[in-house]
């Protein structure tokens, strides 16, 4: 078995064990959060100018990245956005947040702000989001439906919900979630899968929309790229 593999099921385990003791699932603290998502962040790190791109993020753009940890996707969204873009940094842990201001500090990265969210709302400043992202976050939070549900208040009429997760049959060693209870939800809000990028082999990546305004919904149906 791969030492990546070894330290995956580690962290699991590690998880599961804390779980209990917080209000999300499998939540722990951001002392031994960090680093193993810093870990994680340099085994995907080739991928994240790839989503980046997929996701046509540019300047101006307003950009929520939900449970944004160690800021793997927050950073380079943000600069993607710059100069006049915001990206907001939501996650329920003041610690992480504190972690990622200073790390945009460190790179000279000045449209960021952070959120501090409530388990069930991401309780976000603004009403015009166009991108709202959850990278290996949506199988954390307990509510999902409600968690999408107020989501979607703080978008655009055409703006979008990308979820990037794993289907339970994708790994074997955590707790994910099947693309199509995510498909369910959304429909249920009325946002279906737009596009569907292969960017990686072990994980979905969607990008959901409301067939209104500028949506990939109204230009073509359902693709892959
Ligand atoms: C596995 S990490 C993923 C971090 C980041 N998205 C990445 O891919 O590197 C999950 C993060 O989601 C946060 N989180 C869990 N439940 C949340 C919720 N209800 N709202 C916002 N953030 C949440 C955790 O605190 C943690 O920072």
Redesign the pocket.
């Known amino acids: 078995m791969s030492g990546h593999r070894w330290f995956g099921i580690a962290v699991a385990g590690c998880v599961l064990a804390v779980g209990q003791a917080f209000a ?2 499998a ?1 722990q603290p ?1 002392e031994k ?1 960090i680093d193993a ?1 810093n870990r ?2 340099r085994g995907i790190e080739e991928k994240i100018p790839e989503v980046i791109e997929k996701l046509r993020l540019k300047p101006g753009d307003i950009v929520a ?9 927050s950073i380079p969204m943000a600069k993607a956005i710059a100069p006049n873009g915001i990206l907001y940094a ?4 003041q610690k ?1 947040l504190d972690y990622v201001a200073d790390r945009a500090k460190k790179e000279g990265v000045t449209n960021l702000r952070t959120v501090l ?4 709302d ?1 309780r976000l400043p603004v009403k015009n989001v166009d991108v709202a992202f ?4 949506l199988h ?3 509510h999902r439906q409600a ?1 999408l549900n107020a989501t979607a208040t703080y978008l655009k009429p055409d703006g979008r919900i990308v979820v990037i997760d794993k289907n339970p049959d994708q790994s074997r060693d955590w707790m994910w979630l099947k693309q199509s209870d995510v498909d369910t939800w959304m429909a249920a809000i009325a946002f279906y899968p737009a596009e569907t990028f292969d960017v990686f082999t072990d994980r979905y990546f969607v990008s959901y929309q409301r067939p209104y305004g500028n949506s990939v919904l109204l230009k073509h149906q359902s693709r892959k790229q």
Request: a negative charge; charged letters at 20%; aromatic letters at 12%.
């Open positions: 999300q699932l939540q951001a959060y998502m994680l962040e990245d939900i449970g944004s940890g160690s800021g793997s996707f939501v996650d329920i842990d992480m969210g409530a388990n069930d991401p959850f990278h290996r976050v954390m939070i307990e968690y």
